[in-house]
């Protein structure tokens, strides 16, 4: 760790594409598969001077958050597309770029659900949790990540407590199961799901209270669907998929694979798929069966958009939240300034040295060469005192909670001017859904 760590937002970056600037066709090729993105946050960090780094990859967005000294957003859009198999000027187009404080309300409107397909949707603030969960685990965060994401957690609960956001369709799952039943009807529909995740688990959920039988979850491992016994369903392997074709009247894909696992199907009766995977699995070849309706994410469009005008009050309202914590958040990002506060302490601990030295040169009347010698003395001291404490407080920019820990400190040696409870400071836990 260097002496001085610029905690300045100055240095903030995101680049990303999301569900607006580019087609499902675009987007499925910029998925980071969940298991290898340490892998990628390395190589970015190694790659680049960059402090902290984040990736959050869904179904309708990839985005990476940077901290750097250096401008890496060039750099970062090369490593997408080369990532995605495309040429830089290929997707320019497609890709955002914010810096600084725009880069922080960006993600204070993403984690309340303002910037998603589904308004108002909690699907995205687990999965930011879980992007932040990974940086923090593989220590590649840092004092400006740790405080957006704090205060991202916070906003997005001040935003769910206070507004209607939450009211209606809250999920893709939630959109998907609407749009089947306007189209298809769902009452008494036998459905199989093709996944075991969150999404996967969401479908099942609002297809079975919409009255549909849940009669199958197909996935690789059949042993890991922990929630097919709440519906009473069978579970399958992907190896058996074609046998259940003619057996149902719809079928949900909910699982991440890279190419379509479904390519074409042989029925003669009227079957609606779902496809909400990114990238897509079901190939569109299914469509040259007539009996066959396909959609996909991007097809849902209309009953989004839907979604965004009935909650257009809600929206104004959360913007005004989020203004109001964004100047918050400025104001606490400038105050706990980890290098003032060591040198503020550096201070406290001389003027204390410095009134006891007069003490003792008035008392024992000191002057000369003794006393400069004994001033010698008590500062070589006192650097060495301070040395440890000092070089620790620069260790914790790198902690989730070191904002906490430095705060104690200033409350310890009293020279904070912070009234609020010390754990305001603390990064709430990304595992605790309910924050």
């Given at each position: 760790?260097?002496?001085?760590?610029?905690?300045?937002?100055?240095?903030?970056?995101?680049?990303?594409?999301?569900?607006?600037?580019?087609?499902?066709?675009?987007?499925?090729?910029?998925?980071?598969?969940?298991?290898?993105?340490?892998?990628?946050?390395?190589?970015?960090?190694?790659?680049?001077?960059?402090?902290?780094?984040?990736?959050?990859?869904?179904?309708?967005?990839?985005?990476?958050?940077?901290?750097?000294?250096?401008?890496?957003?060039?750099?970062?859009?090369?490593?997408?597309?080369?990532?995605?198999?495309?040429?830089?000027?290929?997707?320019?187009?497609?890709?955002?770029?914010?810096?600084s404080i725009d880069a922080v309300r960006h993600t204070f409107e993403l984690s309340c659900g303002l910037d998603s397909q589904v308004i108002g949707e909690t699907q995205i603030l687990s999965?930011?949790?879980?992007?932040?969960?990974?940086?923090?685990?593989?220590?590649?965060?840092?004092?400006?990540?740790?405080?957006?994401?704090?205060?991202?957690?916070?906003?997005?609960?001040?935003?769910?407590?206070?507004?209607?956001?939450?009211?209606?369709?809250?999920?893709?799952a939630s959109l998907a199961s609407h749009t089947a039943d306007k189209i298809y009807g769902l009452n008494g529909k036998k459905v199989l799901i093709i996944g075991s995740g969150d999404m996967a688990r969401l479908s099942a959920k609002y297809f079975f209270d919409k009255g549909s039988r849940i009669a199958y979850i197909a996935n690789r491992r059949s042993e890991t669907v922990d929630f097919a016994q709440n519906f009473n369903s069978s579970v399958v392997s992907l190896d058996d998929l074609k046998k259940l074709f003619k057996n149902v009247d719809i079928i949900v894909s909910c699982i991440y694979t890279p190419k379509p696992i479904i390519e074409n199907i042989d029925t003669d009766k009227k079957l609606l798929i779902m496809d909400l995977s990114v990238p897509s699995s079901v190939s569109l070849l299914v469509?040259?069966?007539?009996?066959?309706?396909?959609?996909?994410?991007?097809?849902?469009?209309?009953?989004?958009?839907?979604?965004?005008?009935?909650?257009?009050?809600?929206?104004?309202?959360?913007?005004?939240?989020?203004?109001?914590?964004?100047?918050?958040?400025?104001?606490?990002?400038?105050?706990?300034?980890?290098?003032?506060?060591?040198?503020?302490?550096?201070?406290y601990a001389d003027r204390i040295r410095k009134v006891e030295l007069k003490k003792f040169q008035k008392k024992y009347k000191t002057d000369g060469e003794l006393l400069d010698a004994i001033d010698k003395l008590t500062h070589s001291i006192l650097n060495k005192t301070l040395h440890e404490p000092t070089s620790k407080i620069r260790q914790f920019i790198k902690e989730p909670e070191g904002d906490m820990y430095v705060e104690l400190i200033r409350r310890l040696f009293h020279v904070s001017i912070d009234k609020k409870p010390v754990n305001c400071f603390f990064s709430e836990n990304p595992d605790d859904e309910n924050n």
């Amino acid at each position: 760790m260097t002496q001085n760590y610029d905690l300045s937002i100055d240095n903030l970056y995101l680049i990303g594409l999301n569900w607006k600037t580019a087609p499902l066709k675009v987007r499925e090729s910029f998925v980071f598969e969940s298991d290898f993105v340490h892998e990628r946050l390395k190589d970015i960090k190694e790659a680049f001077d960059i402090a902290e780094i984040m990736i959050l990859s869904t179904c309708n967005r990839t985005e990476i958050t940077a901290v750097s000294k250096h401008d890496p957003r060039e750099f970062l859009i090369k490593y997408l597309a080369g990532y995605a198999k495309y040429e830089t000027n290929q997707v320019k187009d497609y890709i955002y770029t914010k810096k600084s404080i725009d880069a922080v309300r960006h993600t204070f409107e993403l984690s309340c659900g303002l910037d998603s397909q589904v308004i108002g949707e909690t699907q995205i603030l687990s999965q930011l949790k879980e992007a932040y969960r990974t940086t923090v685990v593989y220590n590649l965060s840092g004092a400006i990540l740790n405080r957006i994401m704090r205060k991202a957690f916070t906003v997005a609960k001040i935003v769910r407590s206070q507004t209607n956001i939450q009211k209606g369709h809250l999920s893709i799952a939630s959109l998907a199961s609407h749009t089947a039943d306007k189209i298809y009807g769902l009452n008494g529909k036998k459905v199989l799901i093709i996944g075991s995740g969150d999404m996967a688990r969401l479908s099942a959920k609002y297809f079975f209270d919409k009255g549909s039988r849940i009669a199958y979850i197909a996935n690789r491992r059949s042993e890991t669907v922990d929630f097919a016994q709440n519906f009473n369903s069978s579970v399958v392997s992907l190896d058996d998929l074609k046998k259940l074709f003619k057996n149902v009247d719809i079928i949900v894909s909910c699982i991440y694979t890279p190419k379509p696992i479904i390519e074409n199907i042989d029925t003669d009766k009227k079957l609606l798929i779902m496809d909400l995977s990114v990238p897509s699995s079901v190939s569109l070849l299914v469509k040259q069966n007539p009996n066959v309706t396909l959609f996909n994410i991007d097809d849902l469009k209309n009953t989004f958009e839907d979604s965004v005008s009935s909650k257009q009050t809600s929206i104004e309202l959360s913007k005004k939240f989020i203004d109001e914590q964004l100047n918050l958040f400025i104001e606490e990002n400038n105050a706990l300034d980890y290098n003032k506060t060591i040198d503020t302490l550096r201070q406290y601990a001389d003027r204390i040295r410095k009134v006891e030295l007069k003490k003792f040169q008035k008392k024992y009347k000191t002057d000369g060469e003794l006393l400069d010698a004994i001033d010698k003395l008590t500062h070589s001291i006192l650097n060495k005192t301070l040395h440890e404490p000092t070089s620790k407080i620069r260790q914790f920019i790198k902690e989730p909670e070191g904002d906490m820990y430095v705060e104690l400190i200033r409350r310890l040696f009293h020279v904070s001017i912070d009234k609020k409870p010390v754990n305001c400071f603390f990064s709430e836990n990304p595992d605790d859904e309910n924050n």
